[in-house]
């Protein structure tokens, strides 16, 4: 059975993996974004239940290595989880 974050997963890859879209406009580029990002934010807020989950989070909100994880001022609650995992 999935958890909320790994059912995000999904969603969140299937967008990501056509993200590369020559064909689309910019407007339809920008909305794609957009829906990529509200699931990012979902995936965010949500608690982890699971190392998977954890993992899950990370590859979304840095877009597979593309960019960095949130500092903690940004995302407290990412980091509680990290350090909760850790302890």
Known sequence: MDTPIQTEFRAWHALWVGADDASR???ENAAYADRL??????IRDLPAE????FIA???A???FGM???PDERQCPAL???AMAAIA
């Not at 699971?50 to 989950?53: G, I, S």
């Open 50 to 53: 699971t190392p998977q989950d």
């Open 25 to 27: 406009t910019d407007e």
């Open 57 to 59: 989070k990370t590859v």
């Open 79 to 81: 980091w509680a989880e």
């Open 67 to 69: 960019s960095g994880l």
């Open 37 to 42: 990002l509200e699931i990012e934010d979902r």
């Open 61 to 63: 909100l840095t877009g």
